[in-house]
């Protein structure tokens, strides 16, 4: 080991442009010190760097689960000479819930799960393409159609109402519509974001999709069917669904572009914002198979450190010109992203196809990091682009009507043939052990040695002329005869 690499060891690592992540066990009264040194444009080689200054990060400037901090940099004598600007998160475990290890997936996938058909928001998006499902994507009739017809797992976005119960929706915003009239004009609509409105608004007011309201064109008029309903909680959706389907649950949360500007102004805490949704999950889960997803990373490492039952893909954009780039480089390319999926301990990465696409090359990249691949994107609905990627090693691609696209000669879900697979190994596992078992033996008491014969007729007499104790002494007698 050289001595430069010997000096970084004793004093720090060397700040660069990149992005510098550094994990803290936090305790919310101590404070922490920043020490910085800087190597002298003419000190000798292997000659230590000078002690410039420091910082102080107090444990009250940490109040909100994220924030951006900035705090002076103060020199050895004093004086002030710059200040140092940070992001942080602060993750805390999930209150008032009882933690084991017996069951513990996070990291777990089954080499067999290769391949598998993801249905987009259910049944695919309703709004956003020229072919797309005749369903009203997010909803439980979508999530049972595509279920129906074979996805081992459907994907589909949470987010917060107003009252913080977790409803099933894509879009931030919604439109509402301000009079009750036939036709819809101009200044009818109303964007509003879903999280100022309650459950029970969500279910009452006349809602609209985003595209819908700009559109001036609403394309469906089944609300009235339970199932066709938008917003349904994510509660009833692992209630409703059939067990052996999949869920892939991304968790919707603002992303600041690379602009500066954010997608929304989020008012919730995030700590309470993931602990609501993972209660509801971790009661209602049961044992089917979920996987949670998220663009921000962040949001990825918390869903990890939170639990341990499910576990977590990272969700990334990767190099497109389809989507506004986001201002956090751990989302820009997939490199990038497996770096980060490796430093959170996640069991893999999401990525746009239009990336693998571009670089397939990057599917042996991440499979050699040891990592799990998915991937989504309107390039996925397309029956020899979802053939191709599974040629490629995928293991999950995420497409739009998968009643159309999906080439299974059996509409069964992967888990589903699973659990009859094991429930007939258990079968044949009980039958080998009932007839390997030893048999017990069984005899007859009344099978001896000697044949055992009594004369009725002699016995009657005898009983008639003795007393009953003579009696049972002669039978004896009689037998050993």
């Given amino acids: 080991m050289d001595k430069q690499k010997i000096l970084m060891q004793a004093f720090g690592v060397v700040i660069s442009n990149n992005i510098f992540p550094c994990i803290l066990n936090i305790v919310f009264f101590q404070a922490y010190l920043v020490d910085y040194y800087v190597y002298s444009s003419r000190c000798f080689p292997g000659e230590p760097p000078s002690h410039i200054g420091f910082s102080y990060i107090l444990p009250s400037t940490l109040q909100s689960s994220v924030g951006l901090l900035t705090v002076p940099i103060t020199s050895t004598k004093h004086r002030p000479i710059g200040q140092l600007t940070l992001e942080y998160v602060v993750i805390k475990s999930i209150p008032d819930y009882p933690w084991d290890m017996n069951i513990s997936y996070a990291k777990h996938w089954e080499q067999r799960w290769s391949g598998l058909d993801v249905g987009h928001r ?70 509003i974001p879903v999280k100022d409105l309650t459950l029970e608004q969500l279910h009452l007011l006349k809602v609209y999709h985003v595209a819908e309201g700009r559109e001036k064109n609403p394309r469906f008029f089944d609300e009235d069917l ?187 879900s992967i888990f589903l043939v699973d659990a009859r697979e094991n429930q007939k190994a258990l079968i044949a596992l009980a039958q080998c052990n009932q007839s390997c078992a030893p048999q017990p033996q069984i005899t007859n008491s009344l099978n001896s040695e000697k044949d055992f014969y009594m004369d009725i007729d002699k016995s009657r007499n005898m009983i008639t002329t003795t007393s009953t104790t003579t009696s049972f002494a002669s039978f004896g007698e009689q037998r050993d005869q």
């Fill in 226 to 412: 339970e199932d066709h309903q938008p917003f349904p909680t994510l509660q009833t959706v692992l209630q409703e669904l059939e067990q052996h389907v999949g869920c892939n649950i991304e968790i919707k949360w603002t992303m600041q572009l690379k602009d500066g500007t954010f997608e929304l102004n989020h008012p919730f805490d995030l700590n309470m914002y993931l602990d609501i949704i993972l209660k509801v999950v971790l009661e209602y889960g049961g044992d089917r198979k979920i996987v949670f997803s998220s663009f921000n990373p962040d949001i990825c490492a918390m869903i990890r450190l939170k639990q341990n039952k499910y576990p977590v893909v990272f969700l990334t954009q990767g190099v497109t010109s389809k989507y506004p780039t986001y201002h956090d480089p751990r989302c820009q390319t997939i490199p990038m992203a497996v770096r980060h999926a490796l430093a959170a301990d996640i069991l893999g990465i999401n990525v746009h196809t239009e990336d693998i696409l571009r670089d397939p090359s990057q599917v042996k990249f991440v499979k050699d990091a040891g990592l799990i691949i998915f991937c989504w994107g309107d390039d996925n609905n397309d029956k020899d682009t979802i053939q191709h990627l599974k040629k490629l090693g995928l293991h999950a691609v995420i497409y739009d009507k998968i009643d159309e696209y999906n080439a299974k000669e059996v509409k069964e």
């Fill in 122 to 191: 259910g049944l695919g998006t309703s709004f956003q393409t020229k072919n797309c499902a005749n369903v009203r994507e997010n909803t439980i009739a979508s999530l049972k159609t595509a279920s129906y017809h074979g996805a081992d797992m459907v994907e589909f976005d949470v987010q917060l109402s107003k009252d913080h119960i977790p409803v099933i929706y894509h879009d931030f915003y919604v439109s509402i519509s301000l009079k009750r009239k036939k036709q819809i004009e101009a200044m009818d609509m109303l964007e």
